[in-house]
């Protein structure tokens, strides 16, 4: 009851303040000038009116208001062929040579009846249209640190049993509400933009997945949560309160509070948050943006007390196999993760450059993950002659414990347009894991054929020692080769 108690009062606090403030805001008046970008009054691009505006029309409310509502969205379809090779294979013999088609689309609507009042949907899909996910031996599952697959979960002995799951899913579904024009409130499922990394962002503790290094620039799926945006008359400074749902189990034990501060030093804009949920560390944050001659920079740090992270100590053959050290025990511990980066653009040479720095605090040392992937091996050549299916389990928990283990990373990615045409562009994405010295180097080429078809070429390098990382993930000093076709576009 008193975890019950010290969260209703959280909440009610935050409720509290959100309302205050918006009455506040509201006493001041809507006469008074407001200094702001409409770029940033829902914290979206503007929707523009598709009407003829009479002249005598408020410029604000005609750049905002639309009659009709907005329906658009996008579709990508492509085929590649890829090969592998290892260090052992022969040049005309790759190890495995694979077809993978993808079919991705997304549909949105957004409608904006008066200048103070919005509605965004959005829903993604994806070929095959259902997921049939086979219950059987080899299906990896980590349950707790524990290891194991379908077919051997305690009760289940059901083999090549299999359920269907849709692929359509609800991606962003809110609504925007103005109050007085001096208070934006936001309530639904949205992504929320916390930190400013390219490739890591440790300071972004809300969105429900991490960035991907191989699309970095990707929207990423956000939880429902309600957002109050204040911004301060007369300047270009912003407050943000949040509270935060969680959408697999609602309790006031699993609501989180945030609040994050923006201000404009400048040139340089400096955020300062805070973030607070009963079962899970609390977090501190920082993030810096602005230009350095002709490059931006970047930066964020985190502070966590606690963990939400659980860290492996030992792996053995006895259950549960990957032994952990309780949450408790790191409660009361902080952990400090930080990063750093620059982008550059130069638009008359279609030209771009990010580069990125990343300390992960909550990774492990170079021994200890040596320790663990040594340990690993071993228990899993055991377990190989007693029950390779739980062999084949732990292996792959194993991998999914050193993904991401590091302490220390950098990655970079440069991209060329038109070049020696104007429909060839060439990109390099580089990954490395500075703590093993591993990872991959990406260079990719792709033709524009028309506005909606475009063919593409790229080739992947592991490096790396067998047991650093992105090695291990491999399985070897891995590359491979990629050729494919895309047809996309929008509307």
Do not use: C
């Not at 349950?143 to 083999?159: A, E, H, R, V």
């Not at 699309?215 to 799926?221: F, S, V, Y």
């Not at 593409?456 to 990382?469: A, P, Q, R, T, W």
């Amino acid at each position: 009851m008193k975890h019950f108690a010290r969260t209703s009062r959280a909440l009610a606090i935050a409720l509290f303040l959100s309302v205050a403030f918006a009455a506040g805001a509201q006493e001041t008046g809507a006469g008074q000038d407001i200094e702001m970008d409409l770029d940033a009054l829902f914290g979206d691009e503007v929707i523009e009116s598709e009407s003829a505006t009479p002249v005598t029309t408020d410029p604000v409310s005609a750049a905002l208001k639309s009659e009709s509502v907005r329906i658009g969205g996008s579709f990508s379809g492509s085929l590649s062929t890829s090969m592998d090779w290892d260090n052992a294979s022969d040049i005309f013999d790759p190890n495995t040579i694979g077809l993978s088609p993808s079919v991705r689309a997304s549909l949105f609507f957004d409608g904006r009846p008066t200048e103070d009042f919005r509605v965004l949907g959005s829903i993604k899909t994806a070929w095959p249209f259902t997921t049939k996910k086979i219950l059987a031996p080899g299906t990896v599952y980590l349950k707790d640190n524990n290891p194991y697959t379908d077919g051997d979960q305690p009760g289940n002995n059901i083999f090549n049993e299999s359920i269907s799951t849709s692929a359509l899913s609800i991606f962003e579904l809110f609504s925007d509400i103005s109050l007085n024009d001096n208070v934006y409130v936001r309530f639904g499922k949205s992504t929320v933009k916390w930190g400013v990394g390219y490739f890591w962002s440790p300071a972004d503790v809300i969105n429900l997945s991490a960035i991907d290094v191989l699309d970095a620039g990707a929207q990423r799926e956000g939880p429902v949560n309600v957002r109050v945006l204040i911004p301060m008359t007369g300047t270009q400074n912003n407050f943000y309160l949040y509270t935060i749902l969680d959408e697999n189990n609602i309790d006031f034990n699993t609501t989180a509070l945030a609040g994050k501060a923006e201000f404009l030093i400048s040139m340089y804009e400096l955020g300062v948050g805070a973030y607070y949920r009963y079962d899970t560390a609390e977090r501190g944050m920082v993030t810096f943006t602005g230009p350095l001659g002709d490059f931006d920079i970047f930066g964020e740090a985190i502070v966590s007390r606690g963990s939400a992270k659980t860290f492996a100590t030992s792996i053995d053959a006895i259950a549960p196999y990957i032994h952990s050290q309780p949450s408790d025990e790191t409660r009361e511990t902080f952990y400090f993760s930080a990063s750093t980066g620059f982008r550059y653009s130069d638009s008359n040479s279609n030209f771009s450059l990010v580069g990125q720095y990343y300390y992960n605090g909550e990774g492990y040392s170079k021994s200890e993950k040596d320790s663990l992937v040594n340990q690993g091996e071993a228990t899993i050549t055991v377990l190989n002659s007693i029950n390779p299916t739980l062999a084949g389990a732990l292996k792959g928990g194993l991998a999914g414990l050193i993904y991401g283990s590091g302490q220390h990373y950098v990655a970079m990615n440069l991209s060329k347009g038109k070049l020696f045409s104007d429909d060839l562009s060439i990109a390099l994405t580089t990954v490395a894991n500075l703590s093993d010295w591993s990872g991959f180097v990406r260079p990719s080429f792709n033709y524009v054929v028309h506005n909606n078809l475009s063919l593409n070429l790229s080739s992947n390098f592991v490096f790396g020692s067998s047991d650093s990382e992105y090695t291990y993930l491999a399985q070897g000093n891995l590359v491979s080769i990629s050729l494919g076709a895309t047809v996309s576009g929008s509307f």
